[in-house]
Each structure stands twice: as C-alpha cells, then as structure tokens.
C-alpha cells in the first residue's frame, strides 16, 4: 500500500503514506494536516466539528491529497489508511465541560473505535495525550514515569480520565494485540487557529489586550505552565509518530520554560501595547497549581527539542489574532 513520493523539501526519498488525522479541523490537527500533505503523504482528516473549524483546513482543500470528512469517532470509522493520528477531543476546559459525558466518550470510545480499526488495518496509531494525566502534580518537573493526582469526580476529570483510560486502552491493544502505538503528553500547547473563545489563557490574554478589555487572572496569578509553539509540537509529533517501532512512549512533549500566568500577562501585554488592565478572579476547581515537562525522553529518542521562545511564538500568535479579529 504504500508508494514512493520525493520530498523535494528535503531532496530525497521517503515512503508516502495514507494517514487519518482524527480532529484534523482542529488547532493542533490543523497544523499537522499542514505538514503531512506538504511531506507527500495522503490525508483523510475526519471531524465532527465541535471545536474544529472548515477554515482551519480550507487552504488544503483544493489539493487531491487531502480529504475532508465529517464523522464522529464516537462510532466506528471504516476506511483504509496506513497510519492514524488520534487528536479527536475537545481541549480547553469550557469546551470539554460543556458536555462532559461526550467528552468521556469521545477519549474512550473514540480511541476504541481508532484502535479497533488500527488492529484490523495492522496500522501504526499515535494518541493526542496530555499532561492533564499528571493532575495536579506533587512531582515537579513532570516525568514520565510520575502516575499523576488526578481527582476522579471534578470537573476536570470527564477529560482527564477520559485521556487516561486512552492511554489505558493503547497499551492494552499494544500487548494483547501487538499493535503498534506511540503516545505522546502533550502539554500546553499555543498558535495561529487557537479558537478566539475557548477560554485558554493564551487566547484569552491576547485578545483581551487586543480588544482593550481587562485581562482576566485566575487566582492570585502565582500557577504556572510551560508553553509549546505550536510549530514545534507538530515536530515533535511526527517526530514520534516516524520513530523505530519498538518506542511507545507516553513521551513528554512541551516547551520546559516556565511561567506564572501574571508573567504571561505582562509578556502579552507588552507585545501588544494598550491600557488594559490586570483583573482577579476566582481559581477554578481542580486548577493545577505548575506543570513544566521533563523532555529528556524526547531529547534522546527523537533528538527533539522547541526552537522557539515565548516572546516569538507569542508575536506570531498576536499577529494572527489581529488579522482575525479585524476580519470578523
Ligand atoms: P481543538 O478543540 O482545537 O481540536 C479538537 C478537534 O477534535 C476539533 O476539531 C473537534 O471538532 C474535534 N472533535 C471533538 N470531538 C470529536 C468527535 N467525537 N469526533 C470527531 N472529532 C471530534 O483542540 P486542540 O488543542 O487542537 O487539541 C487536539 C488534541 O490534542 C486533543 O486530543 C487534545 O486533548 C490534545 N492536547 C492538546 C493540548 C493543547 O495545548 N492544545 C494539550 C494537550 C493535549
Ligand atoms: N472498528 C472500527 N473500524 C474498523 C474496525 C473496528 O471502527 O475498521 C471498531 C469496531 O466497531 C469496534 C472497535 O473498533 O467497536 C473495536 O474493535 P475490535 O476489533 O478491537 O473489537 P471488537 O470488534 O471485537 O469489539
Ligand atoms: N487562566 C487565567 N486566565 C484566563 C484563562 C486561564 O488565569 O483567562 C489560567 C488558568 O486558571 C490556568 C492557566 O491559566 O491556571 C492555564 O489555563 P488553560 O485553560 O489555558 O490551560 P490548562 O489549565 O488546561 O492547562
């Protein structure tokens, strides 16, 4: 099934692949639709449209590599394709709480059914997982091997422990099946086609500044994360999804700097300029109090690491929310 494509970019040869990216209409899947096709491989991206958006993908339609097809992975999925990207899933907290019980089911049965049909197409599979699975973490930095504090009931946990029976699932279908998996702990991840109104941080930062209005602190301000540019994700990503088959992972990736989120107002604030100012308001249930990669795996497995920095990742980002806001 599979042919020969030249990556002209790179000037040599590479097997071209059919590969289904489940969540393809989304910020993430978007991206990396992006890069498959401009490496030479076939992309069936399937969507259901929740979250994901027709735009996100509309530049990539007019090219017979890339298919389109709207389809919730909450049922089964018959198609042929060589490898299978599992991104499908809401990700920022008011999209995942808005209707929780789908979004257990989207992990669950969605991974199900995408494992489901990797056994049956004997087909690599790669898991959009999160440091969500670590909770809110007692080990600092985060590695791998840290199991995680996860409260089983909060509002969190419809996304939490959806992601970690996923993991569950792939490492079983791995040993009773012999499937080939990769997972991937994906961290907090920022960019272009972020949704303007998911309520992540970085998209609320930004165009609250760009819009003049206050910008919105959770808390006292003192939590932190590690922010990846999502370029650099995607690298990572396909990174792992090309390694020797023998590793699985879960494997770390995310940008190791880390900030408090008043530190990431004021980056934002001074890269965009203007008079908003700085609001309190309360911290939501379960909020993880810092979360930091240890990337070390994927240093060595996938000699791996982000190139770019807070300040450049947010300025690309500002730059296309601008774009956005003055279209709309
Ligand atoms: P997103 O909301 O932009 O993308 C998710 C996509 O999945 C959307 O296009 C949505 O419409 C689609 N989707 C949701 N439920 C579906 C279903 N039942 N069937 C088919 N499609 C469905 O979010 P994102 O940030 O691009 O996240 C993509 C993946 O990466 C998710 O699995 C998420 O858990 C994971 N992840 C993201 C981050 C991050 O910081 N962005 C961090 C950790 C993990
Ligand atoms: N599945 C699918 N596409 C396929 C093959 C399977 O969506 O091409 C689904 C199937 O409907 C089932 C799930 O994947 O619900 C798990 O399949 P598996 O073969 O592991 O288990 P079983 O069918 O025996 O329950
Ligand atoms: N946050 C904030 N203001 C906002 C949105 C989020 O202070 O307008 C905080 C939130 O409480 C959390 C951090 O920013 O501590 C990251 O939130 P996000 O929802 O982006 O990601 P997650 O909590 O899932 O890592």
Request: glycine content about 8%; charged content about 20%.
């Amino acid at each position: 099934m599979r042919s020969q494509a030249c990556d002209a970019a790179a000037g040599k040869e590479q097997p071209m692949a059919r590969v289904l990216v489940t969540g393809g209409a989304g910020f993430l899947g978007s991206h990396l639709c992006e890069t498959l096709v401009a490496q030479g491989h076939e992309v069936l991206c399937v969507d259901n449209f929740f979250t994901g958006r027709r735009q996100n993908v509309a530049h990539l339609t007019s090219n017979p590599a890339f298919e389109l097809m709207r389809h919730d992975v909450t049922y089964p999925l018959h198609v042929e394709v060589d490898r299978i990207y599992n991104f499908a899933c809401p990700a920022s907290p008011i999209h995942y709480q808005f209707d929780p019980v789908q979004t257990t089911k989207t992990s669950v049965h969605g991974a199900i059914n995408m494992l489901g049909l990797a056994k049956r197409l004997k087909a690599r599979i790669l898991q959009a997982s999160t440091s969500e699975v670590y909770g809110d973490p007692e080990e600092h930095p985060q590695t791998e091997s840290y199991w995680g504090r996860v409260n089983t009931i909060g509002p969190r946990a419809c996304y939490d422990e959806g992601k970690r029976c996923a993991e569950t699932l792939f490492f079983d279908y791995h040993r009773q099946h012999g499937l080939e998996i990769k997972v991937a702990r994906i961290f907090n991840t920022y960019g272009p086609r972020m949704h303007p109104n998911d309520g992540r941080v970085v998209s609320n930062f930004i165009v609250q500044a760009l819009q003049g209005s206050d910008i919105t602190i959770y808390g006292d301000g003192s939590q932190t994360r590690s922010f990846c540019y999502v370029d650099d994700l995607i690298d990572g990503v396909v990174r792992l999804m090309d390694s020797p088959g023998e590793l699985t992972g879960p494997l770390n990736l995310g940008n190791p700097d880390e900030y408090s989120m008043l530190q990431l107002a004021e980056s934002v604030l001074r890269l965009v300029g203007g008079k908003s100012k700085l609001v309190h308001m309360p911290l939501p249930t379960d909020d993880p109090r810092q979360r930091r990669p240890d990337i070390r795996l994927a240093q060595t497995h996938l000699n791996w690491q982000p190139r770019i920095g807070l300040e450049e990742g947010l300025t690309r980002t500002i730059e296309y929310f601008r774009s956005r806001l003055t279209e709309s």
